[in-house]
T-cell receptor, first 114, second 114 residues
Framework: AQKVTQAQTEISVVEKEDVTLDCVYE???????LFWYKQPPSGELVFLIR??????QNEISGRYSWNFQKSTSSFNFTITASQVVDSAVYFC???????????FGAGTTVTVRA | DAGVTQSPTHLIKTRGQQVTLRCSPI?????VSWYQQVLGQGPQFIFQ???????GRGNFPDRFSARQFPNYSSELNVNALLLGDSALYLC?????????????FGPGTRLTVL
């Protein structure tokens, strides 16, 4: 069975600090996909990134970066120089190759204080 | 282009009643998925429909049912409501079936069962 664990429930930082969100996953499949979504107070889930299990390259998009390590089954997300607009709940999710569902972690609430 | 739309935005029902939630996917998207998000938790997969056929079902009782129409819009029905059904119900659309496809989420319908 697939499982996603986000051990950090809440993180609070001051603006311009970096924040790293941890995500650990479990799956028996060799082909799978990992995702990060952002959920602002409005409730709508916003897609941030998708990686497949064969692509371990780290990725950077503006102030966002992702570190995928198969050896530790982790897919961590870093926000550099955080801003108040980054305040939201962030979810890590996993999909196995032939599956129809996303399995989400419990989410990490990030609060960025001015 | 319009994103995924859901109606109603909020709904209050009493135990034992029935409810119908509606979702319109992004134009051109043929797949719709439904998720339940209980407060403080990650979304849980309920159904995925593609080309009007059920392609996947999560671990939910038979009180939950859904359908997809020829225009690819979808309805989620919940019968015999329980207090535990109180949640944010999210709809997501994608071009094709399979959770590995990028899914675009709507703002959700917040259901309160009293």
């Amino acid at each position: 069975a697939q499982k996603v664990t986000q051990a950090q429930t809440e993180i609070s930082v001051v603006e311009k600090e970096d924040v790293t969100l941890d995500c650990v996953y479990e799956t028996r499949d060799t082909t799978y996909y990992l995702f990060w979504y952002k959920q602002p107070p409005s409730g709508e889930l916003v897609f941030l990134i998708r990686r497949n299990s064969f692509d371990e390259q780290n990725e950077i998009s503006g102030r966002y970066s992702w570190n995928f390590q198969k050896s530790t089954s982790s897919f961590n997300f870093t926000i550099t120089a955080s801003q108040v607009v980054d305040s939201a709940v962030y979810f890590c999710a996993l999909s196995e190759a032939d599956d129809y569902k996303l399995s989400f972690g419990a989410g990490t609430t990030v609060t960025v204080r001015a | 282009d319009a994103g995924v739309t859901q109606s109603p935005t909020h709904l209050i029902k009493t135990r034992g009643q029935q409810v119908t939630l509606r979702c319109s996917p992004i134009s051109g998207h043929k797949s719709v998925s439904w998720y339940q998000q209980v407060l403080g938790q990650g979304p849980q997969f309920i159904f995925q429909y593609y080309e009007k056929e059920e392609r996947g079902r999560g671990n939910f009782p038979d009180r939950f049912s859904a359908r997809q129409f020829p225009n690819y819009s979808s309805e989620l029905n919940v019968n015999a409501l329980l207090l535990g059904d109180s949640a944010l119900y999210l709809c997501a659309s994608s071009l094709r079936a399979g959770a590995y496809n990028e899914q675009f989420f709507g703002p959700g319908t917040r259901l309160t069962v009293l």
